[in-house]
């Protein structure tokens, strides 16, 4: 048998137009189905009923594909120039800037790793037997194996295994939820005329691939399998779309280019500077090559992963489970959040919401006696089962009667043992209308009916209120229209009750089974909004989100839910868009009007990928939520794709880059919030981190101006990997601050530089540079005073143990100079790496002082300024490290001048910081 799936092309045709004998001389087929033989051909000419498993790449190329980040390439640049440049001799640089990336790789490969395909989940899906006629007989077969027409048979609890044109149907419904969005079962209906351009959900003489049977029965004729079917094109849609790339990777890529021109444009100047003073070209070439390492920030990529990943172990903790690390941040920056509505906002289980008995509309919490009929009628007119565990098993709409029933404490099995059904009319489509019958204690019978109201008061002639039977008056007629019109018009499904008592079973033909019947009452139900969801969607509004809801449920039912969660208000013009309308719509004119639209609703999963490309396109940060088959494709498109974790199909969490816990709505809002967060503390970072740098280069191009050695390579490289991190990454989780949810989303445009960051890595940095440059002057102009009291030796032995090279002879004098500078070299070292310390309080907020923001609130923060500090300190106090970092002793004299220089950055930052406000406020009082 061939593994190779649909090798040839099946028919594409519009089958739910075409008439039944048309569909089946198209597939060449009966209602007998085919022959074993030519099924088997049929199987070796189009394949197995699967879905392709879609290219899987391996871990190699995951990890290659970690170093496509421009600035992993600029670091990687970076480490190989300083080798060819040293001539091999120094690969300290290299070896440790390689780490760097290698351990940065590794955290992308696991996170990467973690995710399932969506494309083998969406296989999994597939039933295991399908029920077929084959030969005049029916006989089961594997789902793989049914090809196109094939004859299969439904029955409730069946699993559709392939697209079928339906030819037989008996009461048959169909859940297609997680195709459609469409939380209510389809009535299928072959009698119907379908339009050429309906939907999904409204082809009701269709059945689809993996939806559920919940009532009824049914058979089709196979149309379509595998890749061929509407599941088999969403896992089209899903293999062929193009991720988004995140706000986080668009500004770490910009933040990259930049910093690729400022090296460049720093090493050309240092090298022109050496040039035109008459230097040595390799000299010149070294000096722009150490001025180029200086200026990256060696360890900012994998402290950014650090970031995220601590924040997603906190978006964890509130239960938010995220797949790729970059969505984190991307929640930050969400200006649209386009949210599926079944499952999503709403709780995808319909619910008796109203109840109108006894000539009262009540709420369904309201108390209700026990003895009423209405009540009685909808538990006995119903065909829910109960599982060994309690769960209810049916048609969701009965099962919600059941359960009001169960609520009010009505015991349905304790009831039946006493009046059980003796016999029944089900439902069919053309009456609509189920009837019971059951034997009461007094040797009558009971007929218990339910339907569409329409149809079960035209066979009224009797009301029942306050247990007293009247005549069902014209007036009562019009007053039973105008409560199922209120009813309606709030999306609420109506169902009818009513019941007659008779002395014998009557003949089960619904002119004589449901005719002079007594009316007992109405009920209103709908799949309800999230008790959360509208708290959610105010608070999205107000942090200047825009809540929209793409559907594939009906116009009327999206509307009124979308009115009820406040995602439509006064406010919103044209609120909803039509699947249909939409098509009518090109992209121009669709771009032009998409402000307008709140509600999308009967749309397909194409349209999904339309609307959330569209909003793309206007320059938005679109998130999407969404639990089913249907809502993968955009998923995956999305700038931020959310999936459900208890109610969500494998599939759409599979394609999702966050998957929510608690499917609650709300919790989203909750990861938008830490997403902002993670933005702001990776800001501080970046303004960390680069002021820093600046300093260095600032130092390091001004000290080969004036001719002075002032730092080394392993000095700028242990601040910038070591000491600087731990207050980086304690920086990455620091906590919101006030009213970030009250600012508006900053969207795409925003940069890490944006917001004043800019300006304080300038001047911030310029600062660090200058007051360690005046420390080397200071130390070379007022060296420590026992310098003088070295003798010859004590100087050689003392260069010797720093790492100072004695080349020659050197006079006691010249010793002393080297030691002088080796003592500056120190100061400028233990300067340049606490004035970094210092300055992580002043990065706590752009504007605000540490006395207002809190210097020591956090205890992460706390240890990793001591931590560092302590990694500093070591280098200058423990003598094996000496020499390896080329350092001397400093005495106290020379600790008290470098404490000094380095605690009046935060001095001079404070006033500065003062001064800000000050301006600030007065501009914006106008």
Known sequence: MSEVINKKSQLHEIFYVQSVDDVFMRMDSSDQGLSDDEADKRLKKYGLNALDKGKKRSIIVKFLDQFKDLMIIILLVAAFLSVVISGGEDISDAIIILVVVLINAVFGVFQENKAEAAIDALKSMATPLARVRRDGSIEEVSSEKLVPGDVVLLEAGDVVPADMRLFEVASLKIEEAALTGESTPVEKDISQKIEKDAGIGDRVNMAFQNANVTYGRGAGVVVATGMNTEVGKIASMLANTDETQTPLKQNLNRLSKVLTIAILLIAAVTFLVYFLRGGEILEGLMTSVALAVAAIPEGLPAIVTIILALGTQVLAKRNS????????????????????????????????????????????????????????????????????????????????????????????????????????????????????????????????????????????????????????????????????????????????????????????????????????????????????????????????????????????????????LGILDKNVKHAVLTGAELNELSDEEFQKRIWQYAVYARVSPE????????????????????????????????????????????????????????????????????????????????????????????????????????????????????????????????????KAMEQKSRGRAASFFSGGVLGSIAYQGILQGLLTLGVYGAALLFPAHTLGNFSYKEAILTLENIGEGVRGTLTHAAAIDQLQHADALTMAFATLGLIQLFHAFNVKSIYQSILTVGAFHSKAFNWSILISFLLLAVTIVVPSFNKIFHVSHLDFYQWRMVLAASFSMILVVEIVKAVQRKILKYYTRF
């Not at 619904?510 to 002079?516: A, F, G, H, P």
């Not at 009316?519 to 825009?546: N, Q, S, T, W, Y």
């Not at 499917?663 to 970046?686: C, H, L, P, S, Y």
Request: aromatic share 6%; proline share 3%.
């Open 607 to 738: 349209h999904k990928v339309r609307i959330v490309k569209a909003w793309q396109q206007a320059g938005k940060v679109v998130a999407m939520t969404g639990d089913g088959v249907n809502d993968a494709p955009a998923l995956k498109t999305a700038d931020i794709g959310i999936g459900m974790g208890l109610t969500g199909t494998e599939v759409s969490k599979s394609a999702s880059d966050m998957v929510l816990a608690d499917d609650n709505f709300a919790t989203i809002i909750v990861a938008v919030e830490e997403g902002r967060k993670i933005f702001a503390n990776i800001q501080k970072t970046i303004q960390y981190l680069l002021s820093a740098n600046t300093a260095e280069v600032l130092t390091i191009f001004l000290a080969t101006l004036f001719g002075w050695g002032v730092l080394m390579p392993v000095h700028l490289l242990w601040i910038n990997l070591v000491t600087d991190t731990f207050p980086a990454v304690a920086l990455g989780v620091e906590p919101a601050e006030p």
């Open 321 to 564: 489970i995220v797949r790729k690390l970059p969505a984190v941040e991307t929640l930050g920056s969400t200006e649209i959040i386009a949210s599926d509505k079944t499952g999503t906002l709403t709780m995808n289980q319909m619910t008796v919401e109203k109840i109108y008995t006894n000539e009262v509309l009540k709420a369904a919490d309201d108390a209700i006696d026990l003895n009423d009929m209405t009540l009685k009628v909808m538990n006995y007119a119903n065909d829910t089962k109960f599982g060994q565990d309690g769960t209810l098993i049916g048609d969701p709409t009965e099962t919600a009667l059941i359960q009001f029933g169960i609520d009010h404490q009505y015991n349905l099995q304790e009831s039946l043992k006493a009046e059980h059904r003796v016999a029944e009319l089900p439902f069919d489509s053309e009456r609509k209308l189920m009837s019971t019958v059951h034997k009461l204690a007094d040797g009558n019978f009971l007929v218990a009916v339910k339907g569409a109201p329409d149809q079960l008061i035209q066979r009224v002639t009797k009301k029942l209120v306050s247990e007293e039977v009247s005549a069902f008056t014209e007036n009562d007629h019009k007053q039973l229209a105008s409560i199922n019109h209120t009813l309606a018009k709030q999306a609420l499904r109506v169902l009818a009750f009513g019941y007659k008592i008779v002395a014998k079973i009557p003949e089960l033909k619904t002119d004589i089974l449901e005719s002079d019947l007594i009316f007992a009452g109405l009920v209103g139900m709908i799949d309800p909004e999230r008790k959360e969801a509208a708290e959610a969607v105010k608070i999205a509004k107000i942090a200047g989100i825009r809540p929209i809801m793409i559907t594939g449920d009906h116009q009327d039912t999206a509307e009124a839910i979308a009115w009820r």
